[in-house]
């Protein structure tokens, strides 16, 4: 099974180079050998920073987002774009955190929620509701009941799936995953059958139903979810020592005085919560976790979760903001940002598997 | 004291501790021997909650009062009794002097103090760990893992310490200094140490008071002198040895 321990630490790199700078000082001469030497000092203060730059990063994105190409228009621009802004910011948020929360939970680095099938039970939902409804039903169907709806559901599919996972032992967690795969793919056989059922015309109501898209959001849905994101944040900032405690695996956490039971199905449930509500907002955005936690632990300095819960948050909101930036203004929708999260992220699930796999050699 | 009473246990159809009542005198190191598969580590389990109590009680006295682990709160028995199993999955990527500060989490829950760092230094100390302190869990041996393992049940400070098999990947002089540093918990700071030994000399040698077990039943408690003998030991494993006697206690040897 694959462990945290895989994931090495890039602390030592700054010193490394710093030292391999010194060797070659000697051959470059003085004036490089200085340059070189205050890039490396830059270097190790950015990776002692994490939270900072990326806090810096973020506002540069936001600003960005919110006043390149306005033309004048401020007016008509600003409160577009803040809603837009705010929907990312919230999705950058409710992603990160759940991710980071389960792979706590699982002492897993490559399990995802979205691996247990939320997305493909979102996408199967959208189906049936435009096989009954109709495709012009379905679109105006009354936003606020629809996300209700697929919220309840989703969570309510999740609370089931965990009793699994926790009722028994950590064995189970295997069995967890493979259940969750098994209901994906049944899940995106039923609705490639309903795809097949329904006429064209809907069938393009559906797909678009299925892809992540972060063009247009509901305002009313934003307030009911920025609602809920601050309730859960709440919660986890609470929560985040007997986090670090969880690190250490169940028996030891129990030993040390965590109420493991009560704590684990916390936990499910602000995760649980989180991708519904994110998934409701946006759409299935089944990497874009798995990618986050990973740039995340490659940058936090240490495991600790009061940095790591801010770094996930922080380092999600700047892909989702600047990348909608770029697509927005400098590539004019040339492409859409979910689908480059998507490869980004699946390249990324790829490389920690066979990084874990040539350690295990 | 440790008080056990009518603890049985089973896993599914399996019975696997049958009416266990026991009490355990304090500030002593306690031996805990017996085959495989009679119910030490599943008894170890149950007295540190890690697995439901499904019949009888524990309870465990600490100035005069008697902690029951059913009724007592999570906080204040993990500042009674320590446990260390046999498995520990813990993050590769926390530096030995983390991990030691996780063991002080009961008192600190999460903001270790200076009084904290002063006794993580104190152990480190004592168990000869400082050269191992900034480095990664991930980048040591077994051997080395195990020490800091015990290093953090000791800094959680508990009046009782449980310990599954701790001597397992140690070498011979790591062993002895391990048994020899639980000696002086015991003897010194008044703690009580119950643990789990497959090498019975090292029980005879080391312990006040021995416990044998089998197949889920306790069979014997007493000093080692007592307790280790030809009969009692072809009883519990089945094994014909000669038992020699160094400085009071026994010695067993299995000749070819």
Partial sequence: MFSSTKLTSTKTGATKTSTAIDNSSSADGQYSAAAQGQLAKLWAWIAAHPKSIAAIILLISMTLFMTLNVNGYWDFALPLRGKKLLALIVVGYAIGVSTLLFQTLTHNPILTPSLLGFDSLYVLLQSLLVFFLGAISFTSLDPIAKFTLEIVLMFGASLLLFKLLFSKSSQDLTRLILVGVIFGVLFRSLSALIARLINPDDFVVVQSASYAQFNTVNPQLLGISLFICVITAIFVWRWRYQCDVLMLGQAQAVNLGINYQRLAFGLLTVIAVLVATATALVGPVTFFGLLVCALTNRIARHMYHTERLILVSLVAMICLVLGQTIFEQVLDMAGVLSVVIELAGGLMFLALIFMSQRRSL | ?256
């Avoid at chain 2, 600190?108 to 009084?115: E, L, N, R």
């Fill in chain 2, 1 to 256: 004291m440790i008080k056990l009473n009518n603890i049985s246990h089973h896993i599914g159809k399996q019975q696997i501790l049958h009416d266990i009542t026991l009490s355990l005198p304090t500030a002593q190191v306690i031996a805990l021997i017996g085959p495989n598969g009679a119910g030490k580590s599943t008894l170890f389990s149950v007295m540190a909650r890690l697995q439901p109590l499904q019949s009888g009680q524990v309870s465990f006295a600490v100035d005069n009062e008697e902690r029951d682990i059913v009724s007592c709160q999570a906080r204040t028995l993990a500042k009674t009794v320590a446990m260390l199993g046999q498995d520990n999955h813990v993050q590769g990527r926390l530096r030995v002097h983390e991990l030691l500060m996780f063991g002080r989490y009961p008192y600190h829950q999460g903001q270790p103090t200076a009084d904290d760092q002063q006794k993580i230094q104190e152990i480190l100390e004592r168990f000869e760990l400082e050269p191992l302190a900034e480095r990664f869990l991930s980048t040591l041996s077994g051997g080395q893992r195990q020490r800091v393992l015990i290093a953090m049940i000791v800094c959680q400070d508990t009046p009782y310490l449980l310990l599954d098999e701790p001597l397992n990947n140690l070498d011979m002089y790591h062993a002895g200094r391990l048994m020899r540093e639980l000696r002086q918990l015991s003897h010194n700071q008044q703690k009580t140490v119950v643990i789990v030994l497959h090498d019975i000399n090292q029980a005879a040698q080391f312990a006040d008071t021995v416990v044998t077990m089998k197949a889920g039943e306790v069979t014997a408690v007493g000093r080692p002198a007592d307790v280790i003998t030809q009969e009692t030991m072809k009883d519990l494993y089945n094994v014909d040895v000669t038992v020699l006697s160094h400085q009071g206690r026994p010695v067993i040897v299995d000749t070819v």
